[in-house]
C-alpha cells in the first residue's frame, strides 16, 4: 500500500493560481472579441463608403456617357446641315469637336471598363452559437 500525503493548503493554492489564470483568460478573450467586432464594423463602414463612391462613379459615367452621345448627335446633326457651305476653317473646326467628342467617348468607355460594379450586399453573418 502507498502512503499519499496530501497537503490540501498546498492544492488550494495551486487551483486559486489556476482560477487566476482562467479568470486571466477569459478577460483576454472577451477584449479579443471585443476588437474582433470593432474590426468587423470598420471593415463594413468602408465597404458601405466604398459602395457608395462606386455608386456615384457609375452615376457620373453614365451622365458623362449620355452627354457625349448628345452631343455626337448635335455634330453629326450641324455636320449634315451644314456640308458644303462651311469655311474650310470652320469644317476644321467642327470637325475637330467630332474628334474631341470621338476621343471622349473612347476614354469614357475604357474608363466605365475598370470601374467595378457595386456588388450586392452579402447577407449577414449568421450569429455565434452560445
Known sequence: MIDIQVNFTDVLEELKKLDTKIDGLSTQLNNLGTHMSQQDDAVQAFKTAMD????????????????????????????????????????????????????????????????PDVPPTPPPPPPPAG
Open 52 to 115: 457608395t463612391d462606386l455608386a456615384n462613379i457609375s452615376a457620373g459615367l453614365d451622365n458623362i456617357s449620355g452627354d457625349i452621345t448628345n452631343l455626337q448627335a448635335q455634330i453629326a446633326a450641324l455636320s449634315a446641315g451644314t456640308a458644303g457651305t462651311l469655311s474650310p476653317a470652320n469644317q476644321a473646326l467642327l470637325d475637330s469637336l467630332k474628334s474631341s467628342a470621338d476621343a471622349l467617348a473612347t476614354k469614357t468607355s475604357t474608363l466605365a471598363a475598370v470601374v
